[in-house]
């Protein structure tokens, strides 16, 4: 059902305020580009400072820009189930592909308080749901136990997997079979997490190379795996350089750099570059021939 190069989508501000009129160009940008699904309101949208209103707004308006060209995965995660079960709710009503739904932060649930999460969002609404592991940014790990047991609940269809450990990714696709579909999270291993039978990756580096991340899982679905490959290898430095700092920030610095973003905004506590780490970005883009 789902498979390709998702982007996680950033979101730009203005004067305090989301950018719309910058959020239609993102997503026209990226339909352009041949991106297979967009993203919104994940962490790399900054979804942690943005109001519930302002959350649901994102969701609808982009969903509404798609009009159905691609594919939409709309952010609807919280650390409160009946917060998670509300957005979740939203995403379908604006008529969102699926919905992504990260494990609870910061009250760290036991692995049954996990499956009982994800299980009463699955029964509370009727949408596909891709649940979502980083461990580094909630302070729980899904283990693949847990993601077998989900996967055979009704609507629950993917994971995206931000673990780092492609050992991880295996285990899990050795318990749930060929029917449930795996994304890498965290681009440095994207073509391994493809090689051991993932589907895909929902990418933050394919908010400034969508051509890029896109040929290569083009080129693997199509068996030209040396081809997936080097494309895979040519996008490392930027992998690399787009978490030198707190993701988005990079990122979405390097967007403004490139001009697909008019003004480079945060809520704090996310903050801009220091000038070192903001130098070495440059020279990546540079290299890349992002920017002059």
Same mark, same amino acid.
């Not at 917060?83 to 692995?111: C, F, R, V, W």
């Given at each position: 059902?789902?498979?390709?190069?998702?982007?996680?989508?950033? *979101?730009?501000?203005?004067?305090?305020?989301?950018?719309?009129?910058?959020?239609?160009?993102?997503?026209?940008?990226?339909?352009?580009?041949?991106?297979?699904? @967009?993203? +919104?309101?994940?962490?790399?949208?900054?979804?942690?400072?943005?109001? /519930?209103?302002? /959350?649901?707004?994102?969701?609808?308006?982009?969903?509404?820009?798609?009009?159905?060209?691609? &594919?939409? @995965?709309?952010?609807?995660?919280?650390?409160?189930?009946?917060?998670?079960?509300?957005?979740?709710?939203?995403?379908?009503?604006?008529? =969102?592909?699926?919905?992504?739904?990260?494990?609870?932060?910061?009250?760290?649930?036991?692995?049954?308080?996990?499956?009982?999460?994800?299980?009463?969002?699955?029964?509370?609404?009727?949408?596909?749901?891709?649940?979502?592991?980083?461990?580094?940014?909630?302070?729980?790990?899904?283990?693949?136990? *847990?993601? =077998?047991? $989900?996967?055979?609940?009704?609507?629950?269809?993917?994971?995206?997997?931000?673990?780092?450990?492609?050992?991880?990714?295996?285990?899990?696709?050795?318990?749930?079979? +060929?029917?449930?579909?795996?994304?890498?999270?965290?681009?440095? @291993?994207?073509?391994?997490?493809?090689?051991?039978?993932?589907?895909?990756?929902?990418?933050?580096?394919?908010?400034?190379?969508?051509?890029?991340?896109?040929?290569?899982?083009?080129?693997?679905?199509?068996?030209? @795996?040396?081809?997936?490959?080097?494309?895979?290898?040519?996008?490392?430095?930027?992998?690399?350089?787009?978490?030198?700092?707190?993701?988005?920030? +990079?990122?979405?610095?390097?967007? /403004?750099?490139?001009? $697909?973003?008019?003004? $480079?905004?945060?809520?704090? +506590?996310?903050?801009?570059?220091?000038?070192?780490?903001?130098?070495?970005? &440059?020279?990546?883009?540079?290299?890349?021939?992002?920017? &002059?």
């Amino acid at each position: 059902m789902f498979k390709g190069s998702y982007v996680a989508l950033i *979101t730009p501000f203005k004067n305090g305020k989301v950018d719309y009129e910058g959020l239609e160009k993102l997503v026209e940008f990226h339909i352009q580009s041949g991106t297979h699904g @967009i993203v +919104p309101m994940g962490t790399t949208g900054e979804s942690a400072t943005v109001t /519930h209103e302002e /959350h649901k707004e994102i969701v609808r308006f982009v969903t509404a820009k798609v009009n159905k060209r691609i &594919k939409v @995965i709309a952010g609807s995660g919280s650390n409160s189930t009946a917060e998670a079960i509300e957005l979740a709710a939203e995403a379908k009503k604006a008529g =969102a592909d699926a919905h992504l739904s990260i494990t609870p932060y910061y009250n760290k649930p036991t692995q049954e308080g996990l499956i009982r999460h994800f299980t009463a969002i699955s029964e509370a609404v009727d949408l596909p749901m891709v649940v979502y592991n980083v461990p580094g940014r909630t302070g729980v790990n899904m283990l693949p136990q *847990t993601v =077998a047991k $989900l996967a055979k609940v009704r609507n629950i269809v993917a994971l995206k997997e931000a673990a780092g450990s492609v050992k991880q990714v295996m285990e899990v696709l050795e318990l749930t079979g +060929p029917d449930f579909t795996v994304f890498s999270g965290d681009d440095f @291993i994207n073509f391994p997490i493809l090689a051991v039978g993932g589907r895909g990756f929902i990418s933050v580096t394919a908010n400034i190379a969508p051509k890029k991340l896109a040929e290569c899982w083009n080129l693997w679905e199509k068996g030209d @795996i040396e081809g997936a490959k080097k494309a895979h290898y040519s996008a490392l430095p930027l992998h690399r350089d787009l978490f030198i700092e707190t993701s988005p920030i +990079p990122v979405k610095t390097a967007a /403004h750099l490139m001009g $697909l973003i008019d003004t $480079l905004e945060f809520r704090l +506590p996310l903050c801009e570059m220091s000038p070192d780490t903001l130098a070495k970005l &440059k020279d990546t883009l540079k290299a890349q021939d992002l920017i &002059k």
